[in-house]
C-alpha cells in the first residue's frame, strides 16, 4: 500500500491525535479531525468516527480487566435518547443556532467546574453527561466534553477506560445516523483502512509511554480539551450564521 506526501501527513496527524486520546481519555476528534479535514474534507466525518472507534475498541480489549461496565452504563443509555433528540433538534432548528447554544453551556460548564462546583461521578451526572453528549456529538460532532466532565476529577486510567467503553457503544449510533444519510461509501471506508496503521502506531507508543509520564490528574487536560471544543463549537455557529 503507497502513500502519498499528504497521506503519510495525515497518518502522523492521525498518530498524535491516537496518542492524545490513549492517554487522557478523549482528544482525537479535537486534534486529528480540523487537520485532516484542511487536507482533505473526505476524511471527515466517516474515517475519522471509524479511526476513533477502532482505538475505542483497542483499550477495551487491552484494559477489559480494569473496566467497570456497570458504573458507566448510565451514560451509554443515555447517549441514545440524547442523539435522537439531537436529531430532532437539527430539523426543528438550523444547526448554527444550535451550535452557538450548544458552545456556550459548554464553556459555562468548563468555567463552573474550573471555579466553583465538583461534578461527582455518580449514575445521575454519568446520564446527564451522556445524554449531552449524544445531544451536542449529534448536532455538532464534537460529543466527548460532556462526558468527560463527569470524569474530571477520577484518576487518568479509569477516565481513559471508561470513556473508551462509552465511545466504543456511542460511535456507532452516529455511523448510523452518516448510513442513514448516504454519506458513507466505499472510498470513505477504504480511506479509513489506510489510515489504520496510525492507530496502531499511536496506540503501540502510547502504551509503551504509559508508565513513564506522569499525569495522575487529567482534569487540567480535560477541561484544556473541553474548552477548545466548545470556542470550535462556537466558531461553527458564528460563521453559519454570518454566512447565512
Known amino acids: 500500500m503507497s502513500y502519498s506526501a499528504f497521506e503519510l501527513l495525515a497518518l502522523l496527524i492521525v498518530m498524535s491525535?491516537?496518542?492524545?486520546?490513549?492517554?487522557?481519555?478523549?482528544?482525537?476528534?479535537?486534534?486529528?479531525?480540523?487537520?485532516?479535514?484542511?487536507?482533505d474534507p473526505a476524511y471527515v466525518p466517516v474515517p475519522a468516527l471509524i479511526l476513533g472507534f477502532s482505538l475505542s475498541l483497542l483499550l477495551v480489549v487491552n484494559q477489559r480487566k480494569l473496566l467497570c461496565w456497570r458504573r458507566v452504563l448510565p451514560a451509554i443509555i443515555a447517549r441514545f435518547p440524547g442523539c435522537w433528540c439531537g436529531a430532532l433538534l437539527l430539523v426543528a432548528a438550523p444547526a448554527y443556532l444550535l451550535s452557538i447554544l450548544f458552545g456556550c453551556v459548554l464553556l459555562m460548564a468548563v468555567i463552573l467546574s474550573l471555579y466553583t462546583c465538583k461534578i461527582s461521578l455518580n449514575p445521575v451526572n454519568?446520564?446527564?453527561?451522556?445524554?449531552?453528549?449524544?445531544?451536542?456529538?449529534?448536532?455538532t460532532s464534537v460529543g466527548g466534553p460532556p462526558i468527560a466532565l463527569v470524569y474530571q476529577s477520577v484518576d487518568r486510567v479509569t477516565a481513559r477506560n471508561e470513556l473508551a467503553a462509552f465511545f466504543l457503544i456511542g460511535t456507532p449510533v452516529s455511523i448510523l445516523f452518516l448510513v442513514l444519510q448516504g454519506r458513507v461509501d466505499m472510498s470513505s471506508l477504504l480511506l479509513s483502512v489506510k489510515m489504520l496503521p496510525g492507530v496502531l502506531l499511536g496506540f503501540g507508543i502510547a502504551?509503551?509511554?504509559?508508565?513513564?509520564?506522569?499525569?495522575?490528574?487529567?482534569?487540567?487536560?480535560?477541561l484544556f480539551i473541553s474548552s477548545a471544543s466548545a470556542i470550535i463549537i462556537l466558531y461553527k455557529g458564528i460563521s453559519g450564521w454570518w454566512e447565512g
Open 126 to 139: 454519568l446520564s446527564i453527561g451522556g445524554f449531552f453528549s449524544g445531544l451536542i456529538g449529534t448536532v
Open 17 to 39: 491525535g491516537i496518542i492524545l486520546q490513549t492517554w487522557v481519555g478523549i482528544g482525537f476528534g479535537l486534534l486529528a479531525a480540523p487537520l485532516l479535514y484542511l487536507i
Open 207 to 222: 502504551r509503551f509511554c504509559d508508565d513513564r509520564i506522569n499525569l495522575s490528574s487529567t482534569k487540567p487536560l480535560l
